[in-house]
């Protein structure tokens, strides 16, 4: 029920304000979701490689997108519409179980960026970022990485010096 993507670079998959029609799975490339207010952005997350990405709260309870999703590269992946994915229960014997883990995790993961975000330093934070996806420090701008880490720029740039 996956249908193979390609977009280009800078290509927006979600625009604030619209619909998640798609969950996506990434096998090549960069993703970022973010929000632009006035004339600050704010990177919510980077997605790479065996990744899956959409906008949750779009995308399952069909509401306004509050997040962008851009292409930072050429991205190559696998998209399941909304209507393909609310059926899957009907071809996928154990869809419920599948799906109530997938979720889970999504939780988990959220759970743990806001765990990091309120109790671990600037410095903690890049450590732990920088051991979970090493490859994305010499293929993604560094201003987005600092934003989804909590910091600014010159921030991640003094923790990179040391």
């Given amino acids: 029920m996956f249908k193979s993507v390609t977009y280009?670079?800078?290509?927006?998959l979600l625009k604030n304000g619209g619909y998640a029609k798609e969950?996506?799975?990434?096998?090549?490339?960069?993703?970022?979701?973010?929000?632009?207010?006035?004339?600050?952005?704010?990177?919510?997350w980077i997605g790479s490689s065996t990744e899956f990405i959409t906008?949750?709260?779009?995308?399952?309870?069909?509401?306004?997108?509050?997040?962008?999703i851009q292409a930072l590269s050429e991205v190559k992946g696998l998209a399941l519409s909304k209507n393909d994915y609310d059926a899957l229960h009907l071809k996928v014997e154990n869809w419920t179980k599948i799906?109530?883990?997938?979720?889970?995790?999504?939780?988990?993961?959220?759970?743990n960026r806001i765990?990091?975000?309120?109790?671990?330093?600037?410095?903690?934070?890049?450590?732990?970022?920088?051991?979970?996806?090493?490859?994305?420090?010499?293929?993604?701008?560094?201003?987005?990485?600092?934003?989804?880490?909590g910091m600014s720029p010159e921030t991640l740039s003094r923790i990179r010096a040391k």
């Avoid at 280009?8 to 927006?12: A, R, T, Y």
């Avoid at 997938?102 to 759970?111: S, T």
């Avoid at 990091?116 to 201003?143: D, G, I, M, T, W």
């Fill in 99 to 111: 799906e109530k883990d997938f979720i889970a995790k999504c939780f988990a993961q959220a759970e």
């Fill in 55 to 68: 906008e949750i709260n779009s995308f399952f309870f069909n509401q306004q997108s509050r997040w962008n």
């Fill in 115 to 149: 765990y990091q975000l309120l109790s671990n330093s600037a410095e903690e934070r890049y450590q732990a970022f920088y051991q979970h996806k090493k490859e994305l420090f010499n293929l993604v701008p560094h201003q987005y990485i600092a934003s989804m880490l």
């Fill in 8 to 12: 280009p670079k800078n290509h927006l």
């Fill in 23 to 44: 969950l996506l799975f990434i096998k090549e490339g960069f993703v970022r979701v973010f929000k632009q207010e006035d004339k600050k952005e704010v990177t919510q």
